[in-house]
């Protein structure tokens, strides 16, 4: 299982589903031949002169079953939400670069018909040997981390970064991506509630409940309250 973050927990990519359903939800969309839109449809006025794919219509019948897939496959993580911290995961869409399409540097709208977006994530869909390009950017100040995954693996990312999808050279790249809205918007905030969960169910699965771990889950419970909308 893919199990990685950075030092401050900037980043997360885990496996979300098998390589077998990531591989089963690519031919059925291989077979959807009229739902496909401009991917420029749904891109702010900024970021539309520079988005180049394809995305299934979102009122379509096979987008609102995948979708819901997701998003149950997404809450059912007990990692992803400790995490995440989710109120609200939306915007789901799934999208289809083909040679050619890309998308160029730009950063998530804050706030989005559907909800609020403190963190981005992409998933993985097809085999990284399927495609040539199609590298997530996902920039910094004086370097650029360039992902591709294996399908069925998945990057959550602070919405915040600026990011790109390079060009696709040879194949076709299926991904789904969407947005989550976080009981604690702040970044810094939400890692240390990560990390802080993580070290407690790491002691209590080494050693077993205790009344010092309880004080732990409390002062966890407490800070939440506290540091959530």
Not at 209 to 216: M, P, Y
Request: aromatic share 8%; net charge positive; glycine share 6%.
């Amino acid at each position: 299982m893919l199990i990685q973050f950075t030092l401050k927990m900037e980043y997360l990519t885990h496996s979300l589903i098998k390589k077998s359903e990531a591989n089963e939800i690519v031919q059925k969309l291989k077979l959807e031949k009229s739902s496909w839109q401009d991917g420029r449809k749904t891109a702010g006025s900024h970021a539309a002169k520079i988005k180049h794919n394809l995305q299934l219509d979102k009122s379509s019948k096979l987008s609102n079953e995948l979708k819901e897939f997701i998003i149950n496959k997404i809450l059912s993580n007990p990692l992803i939400k400790s995490f995440t911290l989710p109120s609200l995961i939306h915007g789901v869409m799934f999208t289809k670069s083909k040679a050619g399409n890309g998308y160029g540097s730009h950063v998530d709208n804050p706030y989005m018909p559907s909800g609020r977006s403190d963190l981005s994530f992409t998933l993985f869909l097809s085999e990284p040997e399927s495609y040539q390009g199609g590298y997530l950017c996902i920039e910094k100040i004086n370097t650029t981390k360039k992902i591709k995954l294996s399908a069925g693996d998945m990057i959550i990312y602070p919405s915040t970064k600026l990011h790109s999808v390079s060009k696709v050279e040879e194949g076709e790249r299926y991904v789904c991506v969407g947005w989550i809205q976080s009981y604690v918007k702040n970044n810094e905030d939400r890692n240390f509630l990560f990390e802080l969960d993580a070290g407690a169910k790491g002691l209590l699965a080494k050693h077993g409940r205790s009344d010092e771990l309880d004080l732990i889950f409390q002062a966890y419970s407490n800070l939440l309250k506290r540091l959530g909308d």
